[in-house]
């Protein structure tokens, strides 16, 4: 018999002086004592739970430092770092994942295009064009085959490239796309019109992903998919997608992802406004027409030929999994999770060859293990708690990718996850910055907490960059798992909201993904603390009730969640 869950909060589970009573008692005796210096200032500013645990510090400074060798998957770095973590896990006395490891292999293929050609746009009347690699386009594939060819496949611009039932949209109606090119805009219609009442407005949807698109042309059975750079919607520029490196890498398997498109790629916007002049229109033209839920797919006279050839290297990589077995429901589970990857070391660079990754993402690994340090130290929990480091997030999001394939808890008992990506190194803040913000009902469990401690939960900065289906989580949330991440904003307590932002975006300009980013002793990890203690009670009180949150009426998850919590037994 099909059973219907409802998210209620008890009154007597749930209140937040249970909560701030329990998470006061979470400080063992592994902690170091509590700075007088820190304690008189949190005091003057009003500021509570500024110490969750004093060793969050230790190990976000020892997994970014120059021993870990950048933590590139299938490395030396690797190694060291995850025989860091087993040591942490085994200390701590967090239950292993598999006979007796705490590893989980994680089978990865590289695949390095070698060789790609133009692509060639051929007319019925036989005239023809040449886009350059990495100038017009760019191309790839991610199916695990050294020769890739598509050849004379019939060009068809297919709008936005959205099939969504729940918003009664669908840009392929009608169409039969099998050994065709298809052309789509990025982003969503949403963004584009700004219209809070279209899609999400200026929040991107899932439907606005380049990962998304490439993913429905390949149901729909499409040769080729080529997306059309815009560099507002699609919240980089152009140097961004043809300066990445062009290596890809997949989850290995025997299909060979044969079910996805030959090719994956992009068109530059000077390309796409040569290509749509070709055939009588515009850009601009093109993307009224796209608006429309009443949009015909409109075929192209030319014709696209590409070939690509690959390198193709299988290697293994590890995900590190811990847990707490629950005392009353050991089956149904709370998962923490963060990636421990980076990018390793670079040669060619004449001075710092690491990429020591701090705040992407040691802090996060090093709140996965203060986390597991004090959910230990207190009460058994009822239900499961789960601690997963994932690898290959920078390459792909494939550690999470393989564990929501390869569960340890099954996904419909799975109640939840927190996912910490990128750890506030700026001191308290009055938001908790939610990424997807509106989409779930683990938000007002946060709100909650974040009450309690004098803040406030808002969205993102920039929603349209769609942030929510960049990191870890999103491998859980699409197959229905309620995933929640979130982190100290931008309201600065003690210099506002603009010097909030600014911080914000120095991070991206002059450290993300750069050697820069390292470990600083003197970063301000009150804020940090802070989250910590949310994190702690958001789980705990999902790991000692028996609530099924779900993901609010209309997102793009619900419905998966729906089914998978009616087979629940």
């Known amino acids: 018999m099909r059973r219907q869950f409802t998210y209620r909060f008890a009154a007597a589970t749930a209140s937040v002086a249970a909560g701030l009573l329990l998470a006061s008692c979470v400080n063992h005796q592994a902690a170091a004592p509590a700075d ?4 008189q200032s949190a005091a003057q500013t009003g500021l509570v739970q500024t110490e969750f645990n004093r060793n969050f510090s230790t190990y976000f400074q020892r997994i970014a430092s120059d021993e870990m060798q950048g933590r590139a998957p299938a490395t030396q770095g ?23 490891s705490y590893r989980q292999p994680v089978p990865v293929m590289q695949i390095d295009p070698v060789k790609v050609s133009a692509l060639t746009l051929t007319d019925s009347k036989g005239a023809s064009s040449s886009l350059t690699y990495k100038t017009d386009m760019m191309a790839w594939s991610t199916r695990m085959q050294k020769q890739i060819d598509v050849a004379d496949s019939e060009v068809v611009f297919v709008g936005y490239g959205i099939v969504a ?19 789509i805009l990025v982003n969503d219609p949403g963004y584009a019109t700004q219209d809070p009442a279209l899609f999400t407005g200026n929040a991107m949807t899932y439907y606005g992903r380049w ?35 062009p290596i890809r890498f997949e989850l290995a398997a025997e299909h060979k992802n044969m079910h996805k498109a030959q090719v994956e790629g992009w068109l530059s916007l000077q390309a796409a406004e040569q290509l749509f002049a070709q055939n009588g229109t515009s850009l601009a033209k093109l993307r009224q027409q796209a608006l429309s839920k009443d949009f ?32 009353e429901h050991p089956d149904e589970a709370v998962i923490y999770m963060a990636h421990w990857d980076h990018f390793g070391l670079d040669f060619s660079r004449p001075d710092d060859k690491i990429f020591n990754g701090a705040q992407d993402n040691a802090g996060g690994v090093a709140a996965l293990l203060a986390l597991a340090e004090q959910f230990k130290a207190g009460p058994a929990p009822k239900r499961s708690v789960a601690f997963l480091a994932v690898t290959v997030e920078e390459r792909g999001l494939l550690g999470s990718a393989w564990y929501a394939n390869n569960p340890l808890f099954e996904l419909n008992k799975t109640v939840a996850g927190i996912n910490m990506d990128v750890i506030n190194v700026y001191g308290p803040m009055r938001d908790v910055m939610v990424f997807g913000y509106g989409s779930s009902e683990l ?23 769609g942030f929510y289906y960049r990191s870890d989580h999103f491998n859980l949330a699409k197959k229905g798992v309620p995933m929640l991440y979130a982190r100290g904003g931008i309201d600065s307590v003690e210099h506002g909201k603009d010097w909030g932002l600014k911080q914000r975006q120095r991070y991206v300009s ?19 603390q802070q989250d910590l203690f949310l994190y702690f009670q958001v789980g705990n009180e999902l790991a000692n009730n028996q609530s099924w949150p779900n993901w609010l009426q209309g997102k793009e998850f619900k419905a998966v969640r729906d089914k998978s919590l009616s087979s629940k037994q």
């Open 165 to 183: 039932p729940e918003y009664n949209w669908n840009d392929y109606a009608g169409l039969d796309v099998k050994g065709k090119t298809v052309v």
């Open 36 to 39: 007088s210096n820190a304690n």
């Open 78 to 100: 690797e190694e060291n770092t995850v025989r860091y973590l087993e040591q942490q896990f085994a200390r701590i006395g967090l239950t292993p994942y598999k006979d007796g």
């Open 211 to 245: 990962t998304y698109k490439y993913e429905e042309a390949a149901r729909q059975g499409a040769a080729m998919a080529l997306i059309v750079h815009e560099t507002d919607a699609a919240s980089y520029g152009w140097n961004v997608v043809a300066g990445t490196s």
């Open 296 to 327: 015909q797919p409109i075929r192209f006279k030319q014709r696209a030929s590409i070939s690509i050839s690959n390198n193709l290297r299988q290697l293994t990589s590890n995900n590190v999994i811990g847990y707490i077995e629950g005392t």
């Open 510 to 528: 002059d450290y993300y993904h750069k050697v820069t980013d390292e470990f600083d002793p003197d970063w301000d990890l009150r804020g940090a």
């Open 443 to 465: 938000e007002p469990v946060l709100s909650r907490y974040a009450k309690a401690q004098n803040r406030y939960i808002a969205p993102e900065p920039t929603p349209q960059d």
